[in-house]
């Protein structure tokens, strides 16, 4: 799985200071989510999603669930067609709100998500074009909302994973007028909402420690302090939840701090 995949499959966010998104039953679910309960989480958003026809974010986390479990199975294609169709009724769903940050916002999370799928299933085209307007929906989210700090996190994806991406896909993302992005750019998006973010700290926190670990597959010189960092933040979070199997593979994997 190609890192901006790996990252784009993480993108599970809510809005800092977007009005009507600070919502207690949201933060219950991703709880049981990054618990490593993946089943339950995904049977909860599927209520929530039921009790409410006309909002997205349930469904987008729902779809996170499934995407959780498929990463814990190491299977891409675990769900793939049950995520496919829950992230077409996200989208749906999101771009039939009345304009306001609270569409823009979980317009660009349901088009990540899908963005992520698509790369994942080979469509490079499909996922450049969803990852654009996904950039686009969170730069339109901060020109009227500069405090949600959220945002920063799919914008530090798309700046870390557009640097660090092949050839052939900086030629695709050239064409749909991505851009070449900006690995310190990204990573330090990536820090800011790992720091001051709101539902999104989780997850911002676990995606900066996966590009560090690709940054010190990079840095001979410094890969002892990238990976001593990264595996510092996982540890955090496998402290916190340590039934989740892919924080504890992540340890497993990575080498840890040095006493």
Known sequence: ?????????????????????DRSELRVGLDTLYGGAFPAAAAYFAAL??????????????????????????SDAYEAHR????????????????????????????????????DVEGHSWGAAKDGKAMRNAYRRVLQVDSGCVDCYLG???YEYGLARAGGLARFVAKLVGLGSGSAALGISYL???????????????????AALVREAARDPGGRAVLQH?????????????????????????TPGPTP
């Open 155 to 157: 914008l530090g994806v």
């Open 1 to 21: 799985m190609s890192l901006v995949a790996a990252a784009l499959l993480l993108l599970l966010q809510s809005g800092a200071g977007l009005s009507g998104r």
């Open 83 to 118: 995520i496919d169709s829950l992230l077409a009724v996200a989208i749906v769903r999101a771009a039939s709100q009345p304009p306001s940050p609270t569409r823009e916002f979980w317009l660009a999370t349901a088009l990540g998500y899908r963005a992520r799928q698509r």
């Open 229 to 253: 960092e990264a595996s510092g933040y996982v540890r955090r979070l496998a402290e916190r939840y340590p039934a989740n199997p892919v924080f504890q593979r992540f340890l497993q994997e």
């Open 49 to 74: 999603a039921a009790r409410d026809s006309a909002d997205p974010a349930p469904v987008i986390f729902e779809a996170g669930a499934y995407i959780w479990w498929a990463a814990a199975l190491q």
């Open 191 to 209: 820090r800011r909402a790992s720091r001051d973010g709101d539902l999104a700290r989780v997850e911002a926190t676990w995606v900066l420690a």
